[in-house]
């Protein structure tokens, strides 16, 4: 059977207001300027948004597919578009970074600033050796020395790679080691749930004997006791003083810009390849037009980690593209309290703001009391990224947080695609909750069969990309036959990038996603999607946040297992697997019912906030746990293994 079953349907619309469309950035001429040439739209879209040091005459190179290049005869320098031009346009005053340090300390970094500390830091890697091709490895807390550090490399055409700075000595060390990187900037430590969390002993267990890496940057954060060894070097002293003077040189569009490896799965990681010129055109062309941005007037936050993908598009690249003023902040969502983000919010008048549905739903969990005692009138878009946000947590996303009023922009994309993909426009769409809509203009997505073959309207299938876009990665790391195989290998003959998510089209052509295809469940030969199952569950007002797997059985192939969190209104909620179970049959039908369903405190997730549903899967068929090493809390895992084992299984 190819395609999916689509059981789940949701009903509620939510125009844009004639005030927001009159004043929105984007109008639906961009739509019609993309289907009537889709690459004179992206050229035209390059020219304006960046600065071109040499200009490009040839838009799409893809006679060598998958290898492609875009703008390919072209030059510019990322880290000029992104800092110097904003200067010398007269915007040096302007903002770009509101800081908050989680014990509550702060910094105002100016356009003028940043660039200056920039130049700084590129003179003192160029001492260190570092030059145009070199790799950099970057394990930081959430700082403004993040960003200057991303700026640096990219200023001297090296290439960085960013690593969470949570992950362990041996994840660190797999990824200096495939990136050959030849210096790792890191930090003595960094805040985080109210303490200093230590990072360079981190490095000092990664560069320890056999390493390719020369010189470790510290930057002095958490104040905590450090070891020293010949190879490292303070960032106050060397970049402190070095020279603000630093011409930015100008680069081929298709040099590497960053290396971002992917986790949570074993083996070998995954080094997604990203280059210069196409990425950064799609990140700044997203950021302005799904976001509606006006920089001169809004302040915008995105709460990723600048370890991640969003944290690279939308929380440095995409923003200083455009002369964004963001925030950025240090430390947890409820650290020192549970309000802290609305908290900023109020502070710094946030008008946009992109979180995680993980984030949305745990708030839910606690209640929209909280929220409540802030001032988030400031708010006018709200946009999600990550999972499918399912529509209970959509429409109380904004309700409470905003105010019933504010658009939410549903955002589709991955580390691979470098960019947004699917979106709503704020000013042009009519939402769905739930829904992550429509294609952005210039982008060519369809779902489809096994074969390739495009399924109907209300039909699940595979999502696929079927033509290049600006932004997609350009290899994984050392190993383009591995690239070609995961990405482009099931539909060879079409051409087309497959996802690896399952989606459908609705009756309007809207797309709903429909959860990773390895998160499919054969039910009794019905193909259900985790993602709808989920949703009627969350669709409860007793539940929180819920995560589906599937598991085997003998009966009818595979059984729908559930792991649910409750709110804290419903915590003694009497015989609550009968209730929500009931609830799944009624909402979806009685083929969706979960087998069994459990009751949690917490769910296993990734630092990025992910739910690692392999895990739970390892625990409803009776395995020994998988790798834990990615999760915020692997003591999570144990108790739910624990709660399995104890719980008398259902018989129905």
């Not at 429909?514 to 539940?543: F, K, Q, Y």
């Not at 999760?631 to 008398?648: C, F, G, N, R």
């Amino acid at each position: 059977m190819n395609s999916i079953d689509n059981l789940l349907h949701e009903d509620r619309r939510f125009p844009p207001t004639p005030e927001f469309t009159a004043a929105a950035i984007a109008q639906p001429e961009l739509y019609e300027a993309a289907a009537s040439d889709r690459l004179a739209f992206w050229a035209d879209q390059s020219r304006r948004l960046l600065h071109w040091h040499e200009p490009f005459t040839s838009t799409l190179d893809w006679s060598n597919a998958p290898v492609v290049r875009w703008f390919g005869d072209g030059k510019l320098n990322v880290a000029y578009n992104c800092l110097d031009r904003h200067v010398l346009a007269g915007h040096g005053d302007r903002v770009a970074y509101h800081w908050e340090g989680e014990p509550g300390d702060t910094r105002a970094v100016t356009y003028a600033e940043l660039t200056t500390e920039v130049k700084r830091a590129a003179n003192a890697l160029a001492a260190l050796g570092i030059g145009h091709g070199d790799r950099v490895a970057i394990y930081l807390p959430n700082i403004p020395e993040a960003v200057v550090a991303m700026l640096a490399v990219a200023r001297l055409g090296a290439i960085h790679s960013v690593v969470f700075g949570g992950f362990s000595a041996e994840s660190l060390r797999a990824r200096i080691d495939d990136a050959q990187a030849k210096l790792v900037i890191t930090a003595d430590g960094g805040w985080r749930k109210g303490k200093v969390f230590p990072l360079k002993p981190t490095v000092d267990a990664a560069v320890a004997g056999d390493s390719p890496v020369e010189h470790v940057l510290v930057v002095r954060r958490g104040e905590n006791a450090v070891d020293w060894s010949e190879k490292d070097v303070w960032w106050h002293d060397a970049v402190g003083t070095a020279s603000d003077q630093h011409e930015a040189e100008a680069f081929d569009s298709e040099n590497p810009l960053f290396i971002l490896y992917t986790s949570g799965t074993t083996g070998k990681p995954k080094g997604i390849l990203h280059t210069s010129g196409g990425y950064l055109t799609q990140a700044a062309f997203t950021h302005e037009n799904v976001f509606d941005l006006h920089p001169e007037t809004d302040v915008y936050w995105c709460t990723a980690d600048v370890g991640w993908i969003t944290g690279h598009s939308y929380s440095v690249y995409g923003p200083l593209a455009n002369g964004a003023t963001s925030v950025m902040y240090e430390g947890t969502p409820d650290t020192p309290h549970p309000g802290r983000w609305w908290e900023l919010i109020e502070k710094y008048k946030v008008s946009i703001f992109y979180t995680a549905p993980t984030a949305i739903r745990s708030f839910m969990k606690l209640g929209g009391a909280i929220p409540a005692k802030f001032d988030l009138t400031s708010l006018r878009v709200l946009g999600s990224v990550g999972e499918p946000i399912n529509p209970e947590a959509w429409v109380w996303y904004r309700d409470i947080i905003g105010g019933g009023r504010t658009p939410i922009v549903d955002t589709w994309w991955q580390t691979e695609t470098g960019a947004i993909m699917v979106a709503a426009l704020p000013g042009i769409t009519t939402l769905k909750p739930g829904s992550a809509q429509v294609p952005i203009p210039g982008i060519s997505i369809a779902v489809v069969d096994d074969d390739g073959t495009p399924v109907g309207r209300d039909e699940g299938g595979l999502l696929v990309v079927t033509e290049p876009w600006p932004s997609m990665l350009r290899g994984i790391w050392g190993d383009m036959d591995r690239y070609a195989e995961t990405y482009w290998s099931k539909f060879e003959s079409q051409g087309y990038y497959f996802a690896g998510d399952g989606a459908r089209f609705d009756h309007d052509g809207d797309l709903w996603l429909l959860g990773r295809v390895d998160d499919v469940m054969n039910v009794s030969g019905h193909r259900l999607s985790t993602a709808e199952i989920e949703s009627a569950l969350v669709g409860h007002s007793a539940v929180a946040e819920a995560a589906v797997v599937g598991a085997h059985d003998e009966t009818t192939g595979q059984a729908v297992v559930a792991f649910v969190i409750l709110r804290s209104e419903y915590a003694e909620l009497e015989d609550a697997s009968a209730v929500l179970r009931a609830h799944v049959a009624t909402a979806i039908g009685a083929i969706a019912r979960p087998r069994e369903l459990y009751v949690v405190a917490e769910l296993p997730k990734t630092r990025s906030g992910k739910i690692m549903r392999r895990l739970l899967r390892d625990v409803a068929e009776g395995r020994d746990i998988g790798d834990t090493t990615t999760l915020a809390d692997a003591s999570v895992m144990s108790i739910i293994a624990a709660k399995y084992a104890s719980t008398p299984k259902s018989d129905d």
